[in-house]
């Protein structure tokens, strides 16, 4: 339960914030009844970090040191092009923080990206009829796109709508320009406008209507993201305070990159507010820890790929996804909702 003083946790180091973390989940978690993971976990905890001078000392990388940590904020959280950028990526994910934070979009963007992917094979109509056309689509569009995603969209916004964009892909491209919106650019820019507000806040990073469909591998931990400008004793002036709610976090080197983006995003608005970033709180709903995983043992690219269900396109192999049991599950709900009458 939020609140318990045996499950709030409070820290000014991400180094003290994680062992914390780990001895918590370690001494009062239990195994999951619902899977043959090895993790264990402990439900509604409170991490709070203080942020002083203390939190960007050398404890601030305790499992992945700082070149590390950058190369998952430039890949992950800081992502420059838009889903629908036609530039060929050297990694494909089925989603991304920085894709549901700076081009946030409702998946509009991943559904202009299926559309112009479609145009350029030539297709005119959406006529699927089995498993293989599906099949054979994905073959086409791997190295662009996650196979999940592409499910994802066609099961979505099925044929008739498709078909109609095919055609006319400015109303695809119209409907995107009214949903993507820069979060935490609108966060900042309301406190400038109010800085006393309680509303600073940005919607789920998990999209309603395109994540339901339950065709994506994997969708964001977070609920919400939260900013708020309060006054400071110590300080004598105003500072943040950005509270976040999250469905699961790891409390190891995963929990480590959660609180890079979670202060990366913090410093951010901060900088547009012109005042110190001072406190970070995370409401977990799930704190867990994998005993089995030896994360030092992988890279951070490694350990990225492998918790997001992403893969690098030139050594991906698209024929062990294709016959897996799992996929050929989605691949049967995608056509159903295909050949649905509508």
Same mark, same amino acid.
């Given at each position: 339960?939020?609140?318990?003083?045996?499950?709030?946790?409070?820290?000014?180091?991400?180094?003290?914030?994680?062992?914390?973390?780990?001895?918590?989940?370690?001494?009062?978690?239990?195994?999951?009844?619902?899977?043959?993971?090895?993790?264990?976990?402990?439900?509604?905890?409170?991490?709070?970090?203080?942020?002083?001078?203390?939190?960007?000392?050398?404890? $601030?990388?305790?499992?992945?040191?700082?070149?590390?940590?950058?190369?998952?904020?430039?890949?992950?959280?800081? /992502?420059?092009?838009?889903?629908? /950028?036609?530039?060929?990526?050297?990694?494909?994910?089925?989603?991304?923080?920085? =894709? $549901?934070?700076?081009?946030?979009?409702?998946?509009?963007?991943?559904?202009?990206?299926?559309?112009?992917?479609? $145009?350029?094979?030539?297709?005119?109509?959406?006529?699927?009829?089995?498993?293989?056309?599906?099949?054979?689509?994905?073959?086409?569009?791997?190295?662009?796109?996650?196979? %999940?995603?592409?499910?994802?969209?066609? %099961? =979505?916004?099925?044929?008739?709508?498709?078909?109609?964009?095919?055609?006319? +892909?400015?109303?695809?491209?119209?409907?995107?320009?009214?949903? $993507?919106?820069?979060?935490?650019?609108?966060?900042?820019?309301?406190?400038?406008?109010?800085?006393?507000?309680?509303?600073?806040?940005?919607?789920?990073?998990?999209?309603? /209507?395109?994540?339901?469909?339950?065709?994506?591998?994997?969708?964001?931990?977070?609920?919400?993201?939260?900013?708020?400008?309060?006054?400071?004793?110590?300080?004598?002036?105003?500072?943040?305070?950005?509270?976040?709610?999250?469905?699961?976090?790891? %409390?190891?080197?995963?929990?480590?990159?959660?609180?890079?983006?979670?202060?990366?995003?913090?410093?951010?608005? %901060?900088?547009?507010?012109?005042?110190?970033?001072?406190?970070?709180?995370?409401?977990?709903?799930?704190?867990?820890?994998?005993?089995?995983?030896?994360?030092?043992?992988?890279?951070?690219?490694?350990?990225?790929?492998?918790?997001?269900?992403?893969?690098? +396109?030139?050594?991906?192999?698209?024929?062990?996804?294709?016959?897996?049991?799992?996929?050929?599950?989605?691949?049967?709900?995608?056509?159903?909702?295909?050949?649905?009458?509508?």
């Amino acid at each position: 339960m939020f609140g318990n003083s045996k499950t709030t946790l409070f820290a000014s180091t991400v180094s003290e914030l994680l062992q914390k973390s780990l001895n918590l989940v370690t001494k009062s978690g239990h195994t999951s009844s619902f899977t043959d993971s090895a993790s264990i976990n402990i439900h509604g905890v409170t991490l709070m970090l203080n942020i002083t001078d203390e939190t960007g000392d050398l404890s $601030r990388y305790p499992y992945w040191d700082k070149s590390e940590e950058m190369w998952y904020l430039k890949n992950f959280v800081l /992502s420059k092009n838009p889903p629908e /950028s036609p530039t060929a990526p050297e990694y494909i994910f089925p989603y991304t923080y920085g =894709w $549901r934070s700076q081009h946030y979009d409702e998946g509009w963007g991943h559904v202009v990206q299926v559309v112009n992917l479609l $145009r350029n094979l030539g297709y005119t109509e959406i006529n699927f009829l089995n498993n293989l056309d599906l099949i054979q689509l994905i073959k086409d569009t791997y190295t662009s796109i996650h196979p %999940a995603v592409l499910l994802s969209v066609l %099961a =979505w916004q099925q044929r008739q709508v498709l078909q109609t964009f095919i055609a006319y +892909p400015e109303f695809a491209h119209t409907i995107l320009s009214h949903h $993507r919106k820069n979060i935490l650019k609108h966060v900042a820019e309301h406190l400038i406008e109010n800085p006393g507000s309680s509303f600073a806040m940005t919607p789920s990073l998990t999209y309603g /209507s395109f994540d339901h469909i339950h065709l994506t591998s994997h969708a964001p931990s977070y609920q919400t993201f939260q900013a708020l400008v309060t006054h400071d004793i110590e300080y004598s002036g105003n500072v943040l305070e950005t509270i976040h709610h999250q469905k699961s976090m790891y %409390a190891d080197g995963s929990g480590q990159l959660d609180l890079a983006h979670d202060l990366l995003w913090g410093k951010y608005i %901060a900088n547009q507010l012109g005042i110190p970033h001072k406190k970070i709180t995370i409401f977990v709903n799930e704190l867990m820890y994998d005993g089995s995983v030896e994360e030092n043992d992988l890279s951070v690219e490694k350990a990225l790929l492998t918790s997001v269900n992403g893969y690098k +396109p030139n050594d991906f192999d698209i024929e062990k996804l294709l016959t897996s049991e799992t996929f050929s599950k989605k691949l049967e709900i995608t056509l159903k909702s295909l050949l649905k009458q509508t």
